[in-house]
């Protein structure tokens, strides 16, 4: 066998490569979860808002809501790890009182094995009915 002999060069280019974009896809299909899972907990907080916003019906209301929509979106075990709390506050440049629900929690990586948290934290409002 010579020195300069490269047969077997390109299997090994190959491999090097391949393993590198398969790192890559796995970190796209990564990214891509966390904005799913974050869109899904940010529509939750806004429809518990809402609910919290109904007319005689206590804005604390609202985080029990967004759970049980997270639960049927994402799943029970990720619902157990975002936590929802609701409540009646007062907006400050207007004075009204307002229902917010606030997720937030972390995300378990589906992807890649490293223990990086996707920390997911959403906050939503909506002026109360009946002030």
Do not use: W
């Not at 609202?62 to 990720?78: C, K, M, V």
Request: charged content about 20%; hydrophobic content about 50%.
């Amino acid at each position: 066998m010579r020195a300069d002999d490269d047969r077997g060069g390109s299997v090994v280019e190959f491999v090097l490569l391949a393993t590198l974009l398969v790192l890559l896809l796995f970190g796209v299909l990564q990214v891509a979860a966390y904005v799913y899972a974050r869109n899904i907990v940010a529509a939750a907080a806004a429809d518990g808002a809402r609910h919290g916003a109904d007319l005689g019906i206590e804005p604390s209301a609202g985080a029990p809501r967004a759970s049980e929509l997270i639960a049927a979106a994402l799943g029970p075990e990720t619902a157990r790890r975002l936590r929802c709390a609701g409540g009646r506050t007062t907006e400050a440049t207007s004075g009204l009182q307002v229902a917010t629900v606030r997720c937030r929690g972390q995300l378990k990586m589906l992807f890649l094995p490293l223990r990086i948290p996707g920390l997911i934290d959403v906050t939503s409002s909506v002026l109360k009915e009946g002030g």
